[in-house]
């Protein structure tokens, strides 16, 4: 797995903050559509987005649903502000932070929603140790990721491999090894976006 640096991934999200919308909005929403659904259907109390990123994803929650997102891109926190500043009406706080070692408590959240993250962050296995601290016990973590070894992006992915740190994406990327090695409790995994470039994975907290 190619390394990134947090250095690598703040400077590549500066540069996408203003063009993201434009370029990743409409390839990746057939995803984010998915998780929110997921996310709507069990009605947390609380969610924690982890990579908020532009906040595309806010508006989508349950209004009742107290929601923090955080994100380590001040560019891209500064547009799900203007986001979250049009629906004054909901319970939604957004802060910058490096999701490999997050401020909060234990147990704080019903729901952790990671989106197109955990192939982006330079250490998945702290990411993974980090929501699952702040998960609560028997709570639901939706992870929607790209995974190698679809037949169709192989190409794709070899041709980025190597550039892993220039782009802040890791094209080979092992569900075995990034989600299975785990001893949480997997309800489900759906293929979503394009051709099954994602996929959507809904864990029980255990």
């Given at each position: 797995m ?8 703040v400077?590549t ?11 990743f909005?409409?390839?990746l ?5 998915a998780?929110?659904?997921?996310v ?7 969610i924690?987005?982890?990579g908020v990123g532009?906040?595309?994803t ?7 649903a107290?929601?923090v ?7 891209m926190?500064n547009?799900a ?12 706080h ?16 019903d ?13 998945p ?14 709570g639901?973590i ?6 190698s070894?679809s ?18 994406f ?7 090894e ?5 001893d ?13 470039l994602?996929?959507l994975?809904t864990?029980?907290?255990t």
């Open positions: 190619n390394p990134i640096s947090v250095d690598n991934v400077s999200y500066r540069f996408y903050a203003p063009l993201y919308d434009s370029l909005g409409a390839v929403e057939p995803g984010r559509r998780l929110t659904e997921a709507n259907a069990i009605k947390p109390a609380s924690l987005e982890v532009t906040g595309l806010l508006a989508r929650y349950p209004a009742s107290s929601v997102g955080i994100d380590i891109s001040d560019e926190l547009i502000r203007d986001r979250a500043a049009k629906m004054p009406e909901r319970s939604i957004l802060a910058a932070m490096n999701a490999e070692a997050m401020d909060f408590p234990d147990h704080s959240f729901c952790v929603a990671i989106p197109y993250v955990l192939s982006v962050t330079p250490h296995e702290r990411l993974v140790a980090e929501i699952r601290r702040v998960c609560r016990k028997d639901t939706l992870i929607v990721n790209h995974f070894g037949r169709f992006w192989w190409f794709m992915e070899r041709a980025v491999h190597k550039l892993a740190n220039r782009i802040g890791r094209s080979s990327f092992c569900f075995d990034q989600i299975l090695k785990y949480w409790k997997i309800e489900s995994v759906k293929k979503v976006n394009l051709f099954g994602s996929r994975v864990i029980r907290n």
